[in-house]
């Protein structure tokens, strides 16, 4: 697939092109949890707010309201495809056919819609607000996170000539193949694109994941961006987020509900999906007392997922409590997932999955991680390890202006569930940094969860 993306950003008339172009133009997972909260919670009201972690960038100086209302308003009007259904009811997901209910596609095709939105902005900030039922605000996570960095990129690229359009994107394809060449033929490598809440733009991440496919071949696993899987013939990759515990916890009346939240929903996750898709993600309010009071059942879950905490030490907890349990890790799977970019990706491969790439020692790894030395090292397959690659695979321009700026770097905006039922949601994290909620409900929970094994890190991304 070859585009010549200076040219498209130099003569397409961006005001006008939508920059979501399917309703499955969003994370693979956020697609199962629809379904689980179709199921489960269809009368549940909540609201969605967006918030930008990177205070410093006036997101609301820079991005056009008027052209985000109007890209906003474009994605309530899609509906999903007749092929685009077909493919969600016959393709294989994970090995299975059939993970999608006829009655919840039907639901789809006839009554889904996305809430209305509140839109403006406050302080040089971008104030966007989803408020209805849950079925109705979920989705609006991604379509707004993508909109905003697009319209972002945008706004950058028009004040480029066509020869800087040619320069920024050499520059970039040519840090794409630097990364990608340096992950060929490393053995048993597993990488995933996570990269579209935070891409440059939808075409650079199509470019990305098709040079990605071409390059590594069986290396690179499948996008979460379901219709870049849909429309390439890859592995559509996801399972379920932080919203779902959050939601849960909310709705809690004790202090022993709040506590039990995240186990009650990984138990009715495991029965709507009769026993796949048991990926654990431990860190919604902190893995060490997740795993410390988890029941012994979700040993069995396929792997973890982590986030928030440093990977190493997160791989290491959770294999420790593996063993504890009777589990052979070796069994199991690990996902990373958060600022990953090359070096740390082969560090953590090197690290967990016991593999070095022609001859290459430990030593080779050290700017991934400074302890990652001869006497830890163990040169054998610890866990299955794999990487989901997000921003720094989809939107890496940083130094790649011909203006020198840093106008096309990417900034921290997350737009989480804020409220369930009137009631607020709290995300506490591994990372004291990425708490969100009202601040008395921040310290509520960490009174009830604790702050064991929590840090203290500067969000990038």
């Not at 026993?275 to 860190?283: A, M, N």
């Not at 006497?375 to 790649?400: H, M, Q």
């Not at 804020?418 to 709290?426: D, M, Q």
Request: aromatic share 12%; hydrophobic share 40%; proline share 4%.
């Amino acid at each position: 697939m070859i585009i010549n993306l200076a040219r498209r950003a130099h003569d397409h008339n961006w005001e006008l092109d939508p920059i979501t172009r399917s309703l499955l133009d969003t994370d693979f997972y956020k697609l199962l949890m629809l379904q689980f909260i179709w199921k489960h919670f269809p009368r549940t009201r909540t609201v969605f707010s967006l918030q930008n972690r990177s205070t410093a960038v006036p997101l609301g100086r820079i991005v056009n309201v008027d052209e985000l209302r109007e890209q906003l308003d474009s994605t309530r009007r899609l509906r999903l495809h007749k092929s685009e259904l077909i493919w969600l009811a016959g393709n294989t997901f994970y090995g299975k056919r059939g993970i999608f209910e006829p009655a919840f596609l039907t639901w789809l095709e006839h009554d889904f819609r996305l809430s209305d939105y509140e839109l403006s902005v406050q302080d040089g900030q971008i104030s966007l607000r989803f408020d209805g039922l849950w079925t109705e605000t979920t989705l609006w996570e991604i379509y707004a996170l993508s909109a905003i960095d697009e319209l972002k990129t945008r706004a950058s690229l028009k004040r480029l000539t066509e020869f800087e359009l040619d320069i920024l994107y050499a520059r970039a394809k040519t840090r794409l193949w630097e990364k990608m060449e340096r992950m060929r033929g490393v053995p048993e490598l597993n990488v995933s694109d996570f990269g579209t809440r935070r891409r440059h733009s939808f075409l650079w991440q199509e470019y990305v994941v098709k040079a990605m496919s071409d390059v590594l071949g069986a290396s690179f696993a499948g996008s979460s961006n379901t219709y870049l899987a849909y429309k390439h013939d890859l592995e559509a990759i996801g399972t379920n987020a932080h919203e779902l515990p959050m939601a849960l916890a909310a709705l809690a009346n004790t202090e022993e509900e709040l506590r039990s939240a995240q186990y009650r929903l990984l138990e009715l996750w495991q029965q709507t999906y009769q026993g796949e898709l048991l990926i654990l993600l431990p860190d919604t309010f902190g893995t060490t007392q997740f795993l410390r009071n988890a029941p012994e059942w979700m040993a069995q879950w396929t792997g973890q997922r982590m986030d928030s905490k440093d990977p190493y030490l997160a791989g290491d907890e959770y294999i420790d409590w593996l063993r504890l349990r009777g589990c052979d890790p070796r069994n199991k799977r690990l996902i990373a997932s958060d600022a990953l970019d090359v070096d740390l990706i082969l560090g953590l491969h090197a690290y967990f999955g016991g593999t070095i790439q022609n001859g290459s020692t430990p030593a080779d790894f050290r700017s991934a991680r400074d302890f990652l030395d001869e006497r830890k090292w163990k040169p054998e397959r610890r866990i299955r390890f794999s990487a989901g690659w997000g921003t720094y695979l989809t939107n890496d321009f940083r130094n790649c202006n011909p203006h020198g700026d840093m106008s096309f770097d990417p900034v921290s905006l997350v737009c989480k569930l804020s409220e369930v039922e009137g009631r607020p949601a709290v995300k506490l994290s591994d990372n004291y940094s990425k708490a969100m909620g009202p601040t008395d409900e921040v310290e509520r929970y960490r009174r009830i969860f604790g702050v064991e094994g929590v840090a203290n890190v500067p969000v990038s991304i």
